[in-house]
């Protein structure tokens, strides 16, 4: 295995519209800049490259909605892309077409994580989002039938409106489906947002019934025969998302684009999200405007515990040495929270339920604080 990085994150920030919820960097419409940006992209990866493994694990387009550019563009900019072992597309239902999903396998993107968010047509529209049901089974099956056989799903619960029971037929809707992995998300409205204001006191009921959802939703998965891998996502055997593990397991990443995020040898930088003054750094040959960030050991084993502890499988206590407290360890795990197995340390089925609540009480103190 060459030395490098070996995950490669593209940011494509391109919507048709900008849901209420939303604070990901996204631009609505602007297709006419969508030639240029493909070509700033392919310009900040030749700057860069240098980082890059000669063997690429993963690569993922994220968003924005990557399957809203320009078809041509997302083409070419997929076929200058470094081959990976898992290459993967987010997509909005409502964008996909069987040429698309023809076009993105021959390309060589191997894995499809598709926005459904809901089947439910009321809190579809609460969302704010374009596609109906059928328009989100119509996508899953263009796909399908494009060769992919590894597809997965989005969902979010806590909508504003949203019933227990809607939750239930939403989950049987997408196991009706077959996906080989499902990502179920409380819903997060940050505060000032149109959301919030036009949301604002269902979002408050709703806060009262996220734990009761989110035990339906593992529940459900589980029973239906999917691993509970990481807190919010869930798979079939061997379909983990390899490209977040790679996050989640504290590896070094590149991230190109607007807002896009890179850590690389103990360095963290975050593009800015102008994109005027992404095009015009990399017309002129130079790096985009960025923020860095010098990641000091302590910081790094405190983040490695902080994302370790969301999988089902045990982070290294070597690796997170001295991000423990001893005291609090041991606490966690007489209250049966916490185990300690074959040299890591792992949250029980009790203690993965009450998250990070259990994670941040195990964390030694320390006066080193991450950023991001």
Known sequence: MSPGVRHLYVHLPFCAHRCGYCDFVTLVGRTGSHRSYVDALLAELELERQALAADVETVFLGGGTPTFTEPAELARLLAALPAADEVTVEANPETVTPALASMMRAAGVRRVSLGAQSFNPRLLAVLERRADPDVVRSAFYDVRDAGFDNISLDLIYGIPGQSAADLASDLAEAIALAPEHLSCYELEAKPGTRFTFAHGDELEAQAEAMERYFE???????????RWYETANFCRPGRQARHNLGYWQGRDYLGIGIGAVSTVKGLRWRNRPSLGGYLAALAAGRR???E???LE?????RERLLLGLRLDEPVSLAGVAGAVDPSALARMERLGLAERRHGGLALTRRGRFLGSGVTVALMAESPAKSTI
């Open 297 to 301: 050991p302590a910081v790094q084993r």
């Open 292 to 294: 860095e960030e010098a």
């Open 216 to 226: 339906l939703v593992v529940e459900t998965l589980v029973d239906a025969g999917y």
């Open 288 to 290: 985009p405007p960025r």
